[in-house]
T-cell receptor
Framework: KQEVTQIPAALSVPEGENLVLNCSFT??????LQWFRQDPGKGLTSLLL?????REQTSGRLNASLDKSSGRSTLYIAASQPGDSATYLC??????????????FGKGTKLSVIP | ETGVTQSPTHLIKTRGQQVTLRCSSQ?????VSWYQQALGQGPQFIFQ???????GRGNFPPRFSGLQFPNYSSELNVNALELDDSALYLC????????????????FGPGTRLTVL
């Protein structure tokens, strides 16, 4: 059974700082690894998807890396802004039987960027 | 291109009642997954529907059931509600090709907040 862990659970940084969020997963047989953002009481917004054959993906100030062999992914946020304040969720996608697939999520890292 | 929509936004029920939550998938998507997110936790996979059939299920009891319609919209039904069913229910849609094990990015709706009293 896949288990996903995110460290730290919460992080508070001053505006402009670069930061790294960590994610680890127990079963390396994944299809892909996804990072999401969730604002309080809201749904999930997809940030980056890294296929199992890829090492990293970049979108604007965000860069996500994947090391399948060690079961780790990191999300790097450059030049953080107050608008980046949210909970960031990491999810590993693998099979759920009969051709289906599921995301297994970590509990998230709550990020606060202080102006 | 319309995104994933869910209704209702909020719902309050009492223990033992039944509830139906609805989801309209994003245009062009044929697969719908449902997730339950308890307060302070990550979402947990309930089940997935592909071409109107349930083709994958997480660790949830049979009182959680669903439907997918020909237009790929979906319903989640929960019978005999329990206090622990209080959560944010998220629907996600994606495209899955024939015989393809993994889908593309899953796009999530805003969720339905269910409170069971």
């Amino acid at each position: 059974k896949q288990e996903v862990t995110q460290i730290p659970a919460a992080l508070s940084v001053p505006e402009g700082e670069n930061l790294v969020l960590n994610c680890s997963f127990t079963d390396s047989a994944i299809y892909n690894l996804q990072w999401f953002r969730q604002d309080p009481g809201k749904g999930l917004t997809s940030l980056l998807l890294i296929q199992s054959s890829q090492r990293e993906q970049t979108s604007g100030r965000l860069n996500a890396s994947l090391d399948k062999s060690s079961g780790r992914s990191t999300l790097y946020i450059a030049a953080s802004q107050p608008g980046d304040s949210a909970t960031y969720l990491c999810a590993a996608e693998d099979g759920a039987g009969a051709g289906s697939y599921q995301l297994t999520f970590g509990k998230g890292t709550k990020l606060s960027v202080i102006p | 291109e319309t995104g994933v929509t869910q209704s209702p936004t909020h719902l309050i029920k009492t223990r033992g009642q039944q509830v139906t939550l609805r989801c309209s998938s994003q245009s062009g998507h044929n697969t719908v997954s449902w997730y339950q997110q308890a307060l302070g936790q990550g979402p947990q996979f309930i089940f997935q529907y592909y071409r109107e059939e349930e083709n994958g299920r997480g660790n949830f009891p049979p009182r959680f059931s669903g439907l997918q319609f020909p237009n790929y919209s979906s319903e989640l039904n929960v019978n005999a509600l329990e206090l622990d069913d209080s959560a944010l229910y998220l629907c996600a849609s994606s495209w899955q090709g024939m015989g393809q094990g993994a889908g593309d990015t899953q796009y999530f709706g805003p969720g339905t907040r269910l409170t069971v009293l």
